[in-house]
């Protein structure tokens, strides 16, 4: 008798603890802090899942959506995991990993098999992540809120821009003059460390434009420009943010704004683009697109109803400045130095002032957005 308890005793002692292993939320200790968080769990069909909203603010994760192929990227510590919706399969460098239980979108979020975060995780990322007991302990993940900005006025030196009709104001001035009233306010009301690609009227070519922001670990890329058209009444207001694909409108402007490359830089420099664009943009652009689109359409929204400039939209371009660029990215296009009305306004500081502050105003709420979502 006595025996009979003892084994019922341990034997319940094994299914507990069991069963807590298998279904308990996953405590996730970063170094050096005391408290750890709690990964819920919740059982759907049985099995162990954890929701993505509650994975991102703890390991300062990302996820995106490929909805039209059914792919999930998560990326999380710098590196690129790739899913497929309803499949226990995965993607993690070149190699390929079965969960046991598959990936799932249920009420509008995205579920992970307990089981990734626990077992997975560790292996793939073992020098980031290592078990601890039934839960796990982490290094302390990247801070990715903005904090550094580059911004990028178009043109310079050699290169004027587009020049105005009436007045014959050139491009690469009111670029500048409206990047370096920004480049205060940000540094004085934001707070950010602010840096300027050129701060005086000198050339520089668009990878050094890239690359100066890239070496500084810029979270933001904003490039400032000036339009034109071949007609007079073009006017208002453009963001852009890279694409491949485009509007044969912003096939124009794009155009437009590559044509430093074969007017202006070395020889052999297009040539040198291209072969890089797709890999470029692949890698860089393509984890940022929605942070990008986002960036622009903020920026545009304060930009037109702040100025009462012509909405001519968020659009998505080829620019080759905007390529290689490894943060969101976008270029802005004040409005039309070839309309006279609107050059008279693109040289006029007080004007430049307003330009500033809307663009200043838009990149204020993706930052407040930004850093909410990534360090709750
Ligand atoms: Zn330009």
Known sequence: MLMNNKVIFVFTII????????FADISVQIRGTTRPHNLRTQSID???????EVINPVFKSMLKHEYSDNKVFLYIYG???LFL????????????????????????????PAVFI???????????????????????????????IVLDPGHGGRDPGAVGRTLRAKEKDINLAVARQLKAMLERELG???????????????????????????DLFVSIHTNSSTGRAGNGIETYYLSTAGTSD????????????????????????????????????????????????????NLVAGTRGQDRGVRQANFFVLRGAFMPAILIELGFISNEDEEAKLVNPQYQNRLARTIFEGLKRFKYRYDRIRNT
């Open 192 to 218: 950010v460390r602010v840096l300027i690609t050129r701060d005086n009227d000198e050339f520089m070519s668009l990878g050094a434009r890239t690359r100066f922001a890239n070496d500084n670990r810029a």
């Open 250 to 301: 912003s096939r124009a402007v794009e155009a437009l704004e590559n044509n430093v490359v074969e007017l202006y830089e070395e020889a052999g420099a297009r040539q040198q683009y291209d072969a890089l664009a797709f890999i470029l943009s692949d890698l860089s652009q393509t984890e940022h697109l929605e942070n990008s689109n986002t960036l622009a359409t903020l920026v545009h929204q």
């Open 118 to 148: 626990r077992e997975h995780l560790p292996q793939r990322l073992s020098d980031k992540i290592s078990r601890s007991g039934s839960g796990l302990q982490v290094d302390v993940p990247p801070d990715r809120s903005v904090q550094t």
């Open 46 to 52: 049985g099995i162990d899942y954890v929701d993505t």
């Open 79 to 81: 590196e690129q995991f």
């Open 85 to 112: 919706l309803d499949t226990p399969y995965y993607t993690f460098g070149n190699n390929h990993y079965n969960m046991q239980y598959p990936i799932l979108l249920r009420q509008s979020k995205t579920w992970l």
């Open 15 to 22: 299914i507990v603890a069991l069963y807590s292993s298998l």
